[in-house]
């Protein structure tokens, strides 16, 4: 026998079959000396159609692939490692031929599941015994010509492969059909349990072989049969050594196998429905061997099992990726937190502050320009007595700039909370560190706006009537002049007496002048609190820009980034789609 390197290289080349010497014990005593045990049948390089997936389940690859692409600077390589293997395995056999069936028999120690393997191949191919475990290699069979690359992507060499019968022919209902027989699940052998779960993940389809004894065994519920409880269309239960059984016991245990299986989750193929075939059966006997054999006939012939299978993996890795998929409730900022955001901005910036101060100058400057000489004389002395005392107001700026800051990271972290409310932990942090970000530098970019957008360069600017208000003014100065001057003409003698005409000059323009001024002071009001305002939206506007390109805008590009991945995780879940 040639060792695993030159024969898995044969196999490859040439597809040839080497049976190996246990199945020569079987059929050395039975063939013709001349006919040799394991007749090697070389057949001619024959073209093998590789597997096509239909319309829906190319859209969810092709989903699932983008999904992975958009999420793996805001996802780890373990959260994604699953879809990734998932894709590998898609591409991989794809490629591979569409025209075989893959199927694995699985089971514990002492289930018979080599005993069924040898039944459905019509002779010992695969070693029975007392021995635990028996099976210490998986063993291959297959019906057909072509499946080299099928088994090769198993892993397993040339010497563990195997034919059934002597003629490809002999044997129709099951042409395609590429049937494994695993190690035991449930081997001491540590290297076995490895064997099971790494071809379990490449194979079409699986029959489990359970046994009167051990079919509610923990280890093949909670392991295998619950997490694989999504591909019960791929999955035959077969409950084997029911000639063990008297009476009406095997449809007892067959009952209490399904209520099992129907409590790990696993759908069953009852009246039509889709779901996993659950049969009773005795493969020492032969009792139920044949219609798990038209089962599998049936199965293979179908044609479906890869992708169905393929279908199935994408269906748990979605599930898995659940988590950080599925949000709570609809992604996005609404307006009124948007204009909450820009309302705390504009306070810490001090917009209402900058726009009554605008307010102010625009009532000083007319005050300036419309009131009494006398007056202004007087609140310039009255400056330039407080300059002198150096009594000023005391500066609390670095005070204030703290509160300002202060303020302005509360608005951020406001904004950042509610855009992630809802959001899986990754997209919500990745929304936070996004907030963050803009976040750095936004202070001072609000105090260079404060500078710039608050109150405009120059004087306010001045109404019609304000010339008007200005000669009013002066006029009464005029008059209060005029009248005096009389009056100090009549006392030196100058002027004829009169008192009558330079006291009423004078009372006239020491009344009008804060007439004048009390009218100008109250046409101004409106002007000015316009003024004010228009400083204040100006600078609340400036406040919003700044807040909206540098934490808005980031955080609605991740809160888009997620939606597309949403979407995308849709489109992957298919017709399953809720």
């Excluded at 409310?421 to 260079?448: F, K």
């Excluded at 046409?523 to 808005?552: H, I, K, M, W």
Aim: with cysteine.
């Amino acid at each position: 026998m040639q060792d695993d390197g030159s024969a898995s290289g044969s196999t490859e080349s040439t597809d040839v079959w080497d049976d190996g010497l246990i199945a020569r014990r079987v059929t050395e005593s039975a063939a013709p000396e001349h006919v040799p045990a394991a007749e090697t049948r070389v057949p001619g390089p024959l073209p093998v159609p590789p597997l096509a997936y239909d319309g829906p389940l190319r859209s969810r690859l092709d989903a699932l692939r983008e999904l992975v692409g958009l999420s793996r600077t805001r996802l780890d390589s373990r959260t994604l490692a699953e879809a990734g293997r998932v894709l590998d395995e898609a591409a991989a056999r794809r490629r591979l031929s569409g025209q075989h069936t893959v199927v694995a028999i699985a089971g514990a120690t002492g289930s018979g599941k080599s005993q069924l393997f040898n039944a459905l191949a019509g002779v010992a191919i695969s070693e029975t015994g007392v021995r635990r475990p028996t099976t210490a290699a998986p063993i291959v069979c297959s019906w057909s010509d072509g499946a080299a690359t099928l088994v090769d992507r198993l892993g397993i060499p040339g010497r563990l492969r195997r034919r059934p019968v002597q003629s490809p022919d002999a044997d129709p209902q099951l042409r395609g059909l590429v049937l494994v027989d695993l190690p035991d699940h449930d081997s001491a052998a540590v290297q076995h349990r490895e064997h099971v779960d790494r071809i379990l993940g490449l194979v079409d389809a699986v029959i489990w072989v359970v046994d009167p004894e051990k079919y509610a065994d923990a280890v093949l519920h909670e392991r295998y049969l619950r997490p694989m409880a999504g591909h019960a269309e791929i999955m035959f239960v077969v409950l084997n050594q029911i000639d063990r059984l008297p009476g009406e016991a095997a449809d007892q245990v067959l009952d209490d196998l399904r209520r099992l299986l129907d409590e790990d989750g696993i759908a069953l193929g009852e009246y039509g429905e889709p779901g996993a075939t659950v049969l009773a059966l005795s493969a020492l006997t032969g009792d139920g061997v044949g219609e798990l054999r038209e089962a599998i006939g049936q199965f293979v012939a179908e044609r479906g099992a890869a992708a169905r299978r393929i279908s199935a993996d994408v269906d748990a890795a979605a599930e898995r990726l659940r988590p950080v998929y599925a949000a709570r409730r609809r992604a996005g900022l609404s307006e009124e937190a948007r204009e909450e955001f820009a309302a705390r901005l504009a306070d810490a910036v001090g917009a209402t502050a900058a726009g009554d101060a605008a307010e102010r100058a625009w009532l000083r400057n007319a005050n300036r320009a419309c009131g009494t000489p006398w007056l202004r004389l007087w609140r310039w002395c009255h400056a330039l007595r407080g300059a002198a005392t150096g009594r000023h107001a005391v500066r609390t700026q670095p005070d204030e700039e703290a509160t300002a800051r202060q303020r302005v990271e509360q608005a951020v972290r406001t904004v950042a909370d509610q855009a992630a409310t809802g959001l899986p932990a990754p997209w919500a942090q990745a929304v936070r560190e996004a907030a963050v970000r803009g976040a750095q530098g936004l202070p001072e970019a609000l105090d260079e706006l404060a500078t710039r957008a608050g109150l405009p360069p120059g004087r306010p600017p001045r109404p019609g009537w304000w010339p008007a208000a200005v000669l009013g003014q002066a006029a009464m100065t005029l008059l209060q002049i005029l009248g005096g001057l009389w009056l100090v003409g009549q006392i030196a003698g100058v002027m004829a007496p009169n008192l009558g005409v330079p006291v009423l000059l004078m009372l006239a323009g020491i009344a009008g002048g804060p007439l004048v001024e009390w009218s100008c002071r109250m046409a101004a009001r409106g002007p000015a609190r316009r003024y004010g305002q228009e400083a204040e939206r100006r600078l609340r506007e400036a406040a919003a820009g700044c807040g909206r390109a540098r934490v808005l805008d980031p955080v609605a590009a991740e809160l888009l980034r997620y939606r597309e991945v949403r979407e995308q995780y849709v489109r992957v879940l298919g017709s399953g789609a809720g």
